[in-house]
């Protein structure tokens, strides 16, 4: 289980940063509309997460045998990362819920 969280943050920390700014551009939207929009949202976030992954996901496929070498499968590694950023901007999501209710 650590080799996967540690080969995930390797191969997703570009991508970690493309999704960072994504989630930040969604609570700010989030807040400035004060919960009117807020349908379009988890649908932004999840079609920029998919093109976002497909990209760091290209960029990376030179780099690929190094994880097949320790045993992980591409599908293993997008998995892991895309559960690592949803579950992350739906944790934000939630507290700025809180927050604003």
Same mark, same amino acid.
Request: net charge positive.
């Given at each position: $289980?650590?080799?996967?969280? @540690? +080969? *995930?943050? #390797? %191969?997703?920390?570009?991508? =970690?940063?493309? +999704?960072? #700014?994504? *989630?930040?551009?969604? !609570?700010? %939207? ?5 919960? &009117? ?6 649908? =932004? ?8 992954? !497909?990209?760091?996901?290209? @960029?990376?496929?030179? &780099? $690929? !045998? =190094? !994880? @097949?070498? #320790?045993?992980?499968t591409p599908k *293993? ?6 559960? +690592?950023d949803v579950g992350?901007?739906?944790i934000g999501l #939630?507290?700025? $819920?809180?927050?604003?209710?």
């Amino acid at each position: $289980m650590l080799k996967l969280i @540690r +080969a *995930s943050w #390797i %191969y997703g920390k570009g991508f =970690f940063m493309f +999704a960072g #700014i994504i *989630s930040c551009w969604t !609570y700010y %939207y989030c807040y400035t509309t004060d919960l &009117e929009s807020v349908t379009g949202i988890p649908l =932004f976030k999840l079609i920029t997460t998919g093109i976002g992954l !497909y990209i760091h996901h290209k @960029r990376k496929q030179q &780099e $690929m !045998y =190094f !994880y @097949r070498n #320790i045993g992980l499968t591409p599908k *293993s590694l997008i998995t892991s990362v895309l559960i +690592a950023d949803v579950g992350s901007w739906l944790i934000g999501l #939630i507290v700025l $819920m809180n927050i604003l209710l």
